[in-house]
């Protein structure tokens, strides 16, 4: 018995419980378009591009490629997937009807026929790392070339790999390009089978992030309405268990700088209820921003439960915290608030951007705090010192603009499969 009639086997029990978790948890596009999931629904009118980017980060960070593939290439049409129903939205909001958005399909074969016949891709760009075995292999048996993009694989993650060595020895074997976000990253790809010759070190695409160009200003009105004459600092894709860490710092700052705004913006729209109810509970002044009314001065906690913003307040803030990394997540986007210039407060778990988090802490543009004690002194410190703010804000900035590439580097890999 093959390990991948196993894996087919296993995928085949848990697709229900996968269903049935969507369902639950009450995701309204999941609900909406939900036979996508099977490989039915829209399709390309003609053979086209296809990027994955599985949730909101990986949209985010596919925005630059996306916008040069249209660029490139005006007359292919694109597709854009995405596993989760926030992704999905902030898809249509980045690229509207420039391009199809729809879910990715479950990992089964019939599924996965079924989506390839409606999308007949060129190529599939996959952002990151989303190994799955069925889908692969039937890219292959129709000559679908597969890119892995910014492809990253922690050494954690490596170890798991090795435990189903046959069947992922197996996908990776079968003609597809690695482009690694570092040597390191390489190296561990290789490890559990890619074809050396085919992969590469192009970069992390996450440096090529496009700033829109109304962001400053977006941020002054925010400013503005909320917080004139205070000192705001957000904390940005928090997670449970991390957002009472969070307001303990910000007592600490608070009892230096009476009037100190936290911007709260939790990581999953699912929260933002729980996180109102708990702020409620602890006795919290707080907003919230879905209101649309302005704090009062005596607001300790603007609480962000809108989605697509989290930017913008980004260019609204003093310092950024950026979550994740106080809880055993991994970390979230450190790149959006260093392209803005400010300076950058993490947690130590960082495993899902970790090149990126170590290369803003040697260049001096971040710093690891690693509880409530120390994220409230560094917050402090960088209210007070304006000079220390402006310094680590513009070596966060240098960092992000001496790595960009990546793009370049994907789209010489991608040009010759289109033509």
């Not at 969507?22 to 053979?47: D, K, M, T």
């Not at 999905?88 to 879910?103: I, P, S």
């Not at 109102?276 to 009062?296: D, M, N, Y």
């Amino acid at each position: 018995m093959s390990v991948r009639f196993l894996y087919t086997v296993i995928a085949y029990l848990l697709a229900p419980l996968f269903c049935a978790a969507l369902l639950w948890r009450g995701q309204r596009g999941s609900r909406r378009n939900f036979s996508e999931r099977f490989g039915f629904g829209s399709a390309l009118g003609e053979p086209g591009i296809w990027v994955h980017a599985v949730s909101v980060g990986e949209v985010q960070a596919a925005q630059a490629l996306v916008h040069s593939l249209l660029q490139h290439y005006p007359k292919i049409p694109l597709v854009v997937t995405t596993l989760t129903s926030t992704g999905q939205q902030r898809a249509r909001a980045l690229f509207g009807d420039k391009v199809l958005v729809r879910y990715f399909p479950l990992d089964l074969p019939g599924s996965v026929r079924r989506f390839l016949d409606r999308i007949k891709p060129r190529i599939a760009v996959i952002l990151e790392t989303e190994l799955w075995p069925n889908l692969y292999r039937e890219c292959e048996r129709r000559g679908v070339p597969l890119l892995l993009a910014s492809a990253r694989i922690s050494p954690r993650s490596v170890r798991r790999y090795r435990r189903m060595a046959g069947l992922f020895r197996d996908t990776l074997s079968r003609g597809i390009v690695v482009a690694a976000q570092g040597e390191g990253d390489a190296d561990r790809f290789r490890s559990i089978g890619s074809d050396a010759a085919r992969t590469h070190v192009t970069g992390n695409i996450k440096f090529d992030i496009t700033l829109p160009p109304d962001v400053a200003a977006r941020g002054r009105q925010l400013r503005e309405f909320h917080a004139k004459g205070h000192s705001v600092w957000v904390a940005g894709s928090t997670h449970g268990g991390e957002e009472q860490i969070v307001l303990e710092a910000h007592r600490l700052v608070r009892q230096r700088n009476a009037d100190a705004l936290l911007v709260l913006a939790p990581r999953h729209p699912n929260r933002f209820a729980e996180a109102a109810e708990w702020l409620t509970r602890e006795g919290v002044r707080f907003v919230k921003h879905s209101q649309g009314i302005p704090c009062e001065a005596r607001t300790e906690v603007l609480l962000v439960d809108t989605l697509g913003e989290l930017l913008n307040f980004y260019a609204a803030a003093d310092v950024a915290f950026v979550g994740g990394s106080l809880v055993p997540i991994g970390g979230h986007n450190l790149l959006e608030p260093a392209a803005l210039g400010l300076p950058v407060l993490t947690g130590p778990n960082n495993l899902n951007s970790e090149d990126i988090a170590r290369l803003l802490v040697e260049r001096g543009g971040a710093r690891i705090v690693h509880d409530a004690g120390e994220l409230g002194q560094n917050v402090v410190e960088l209210f007070e010192d304006a000079a220390a703010r402006a310094r680590l804000g513009a070596l966060a900035r240098a960092c992000v603009e001496d790595n960009r590439g990546a793009l370049n580097s994907l789209m010489k890999l991608i040009a010759p499969f289109i033509r």
